[in-house]
């Protein structure tokens, strides 16, 4: 399977741990976002990745959250201190060259977090 | 700011009929408009896109319209199957360099197709 992989499908912590979650993006893409979903609501931007760089955060990103992308191949979402507002579907998308493309994001399964 | 605005949060059509979901967008820098097709527990996947200079793009069952100085855009999906039911995300992108150009969703709507 070549398609956008994340990891775990699904988390459930109480509140005030740390999750990490996982995404392995289509390998010859070197666009990578975050986004969250929450229910009645479309996915909401998080974060973005060109290869290795960090190059935009959303408001939404507070400093509980960190994302990486270390060797701009597979990407970490971070949160620590977890609260109960926390609570969505991660998801992961990932993107090719923009030059050559529609817009179109390839998305992965998501993350589902809930915390207690 | 909610910049892409699906207004319609459900939609119940018979199966064989058309379907038709709405959208509306505020940003006229938008270059190109999306439409994801989302079943519970997947993520999101591409259905078929738009560019803000065309007015129709035809793939199948499945027909986009834009109207630019509506700022509106619809996707038709004819004949309507059983297996359409999921929830549609209308998006939309601006292409600038040095940003993210990220997709800006709309808050979807849930299509039931009946037999």
């Known amino acids: 399977d070549t398609g956008v992989s994340q990891d775990p499908r699904h988390k459930i912590t109480k509140r005030g741990q740390n999750v990490t979650f996982r995404c392995d993006p289509i390998?010859?893409?070197?666009?990578l976002y975050w986004y969250r979903q929450t229910l009645g609501q479309g996915p909401e931007f998080l974060t973005y990745?060109?290869?290795?760089?960090?190059?935009?955060k959303s408001r939404l990103l507070s400093d509980r959250f960190s994302a990486e992308r270390p060797k701009g191949s597979f990407s970490t979402l971070e949160i620590q201190r977890t609260e109960q507002g926390d609570s969505a579907m991660y998801l992961c998308?990932?993107?090719?060259?923009?030059?050559?493309?529609?817009?179109?994001?390839?998305f992965g399964e998501g993350s589902r977090l809930t915390v207690l | 700011d909610q910049q892409v605005k699906q207004n319609s949060p459900s939609l119940s059509v018979q199966e064989g009929r058309i379907s038709i979901l709405n959208c509306d967008y505020t940003?006229?820098?938008?270059?190109?408009f999306l439409w994801y097709k989302k079943y519970p527990a997947e993520g999101p996947t591409f259905l078929i896109s738009?560019?803000?200079?065309?007015d129709k793009n035809e793939d199948g069952r499945f027909t986009v319209f834009l109207n630019k100085s509506a700022k509106h855009l619809s996707l038709h999906i004819v004949p309507s199957q059983p297996g359409d039911s999921a929830v549609y995300f209308c998006?939309?992108?601006?292409?600038?360099?040095?940003?993210?150009?990220?997709?800006?969703f709309g808050t979807g709507t849930r299509l039931q197709v009946t037999l």
């Open positions: 998308a990932s993107g090719g060259d923009l030059r050559r493309n529609t817009g179109e994001l390839f």
């Open positions: 390998s010859e893409h070197n666009r």
């Open positions: 990745f060109q290869n290795e760089a960090q190059l935009e």
């Open positions: 940003n006229s820098m938008f270059d190109y």
């Open positions: 738009i560019s803000s200079i065309k």
């Open positions: 998006a939309a992108i601006a292409f600038r360099v040095g940003t993210a150009s990220k997709l800006t």
